[in-house]
Nanobody, 121 residues
Framework: VQLVESGGGLVQSGGSLSLSCAAS????????MGWYRQGAGKQRELVAD???????RYTDAVQGRFTISRDNALNAVSLQMSHLKPEDTDVYYC????????????????WGQGTRVTVSS
């Protein structure tokens, strides 16, 4: 599975940005897709993800400000970020949960190259 991200950039506090991620390859075995973020010296943390069936989850810090959506026909996931804060500044990574066929319970994540989001105060 290959993931190509787009979006991100610099925005002022309170502004909006959107991220997109397109998947290709063995996508038939991809379930959840979403976004993690990681800042310098910090662990990578889940921002939001969404299953192939459309169930979304968000980390508390972005609940109500970010919206994740998915287009299964295009094999793409998007993250609309609003009311951005300086603490949202990070590198955002798209991920895809790959479930190994015929191997119940075996799964692993593919990652995009990362895209930087900078929110100025």
């Amino acid at each position: 599975v290959q993931l190509v991200e787009s979006g991100g950039g610099l925005v002022q506090s309170g502004g909006s940005l959107s991220l997109s991620c397109a998947a290709s390859g063995d996508i038939d075995n991809v379930d959840a897709m979403g976004w993690y973020r990681q800042g310098a010296g910090k662990q990578r943390e889940l921002v939001a993800d969404i299953t192939a069936g459309g169930t979304a989850r968000y980390t508390d810090a972005v609940q109500g400000r970010f919206t994740i959506s998915r287009d299964n026909a295009l094999n793409a996931v998007s993250l609309q970020m609003s009311h951005l804060k300086p603490e949202d500044t990070d590198v955002y990574y798209c991920y895809a949960q790959y479930k190994v066929p015929f191997r119940a319970g075996e799964e692993y994540n593919y990652w995009g190259q990362g895209t930087r989001v900078t929110v100025s105060s």
